[in-house]
């Protein structure tokens, strides 16, 4: 299993955006799972910047309904259409 964070308050990468929110992209048994997508769309440049294809996430999993961690789900659909949510 592989976890990578692609949005969080803290960060230590230079170049990343960090902001209040959560996003996750794990990966496991062949399939890659979206868990949350931050407060909006900053969680899909940071994938971008650590050359993470979204388009190939499988599922989408939001933990809760809290607008830092799922605001970003909008954008998340609009390039990726076939994953399950």
């Given at each position: 299993m592989k976890i990578t964070s692609l949005m969080d308050n803290e960060c230590s990468i230079e170049g990343l955006i960090k902001q209040h929110g959560l996003s996750l992209l794990i990966e496991t048994k062949g399939k890659k799972i979206l868990f949350d997508t931050g407060a909006d769309a900053g969680f899909i440049s940071n994938a971008k910047a650590l050359n993470?294809?979204?388009?190939?996430?499988?599922?989408?999993?939001?933990?809760?309904?809290?607008y830092d961690h799922g605001g970003g789900i909008n954008s998340f659909l609009k390039i990726n259409g076939k994953s399950l949510v």
């Open positions: 993470i294809d979204l388009s190939d996430v499988d599922m989408c999993v939001l933990s809760h309904g809290h």
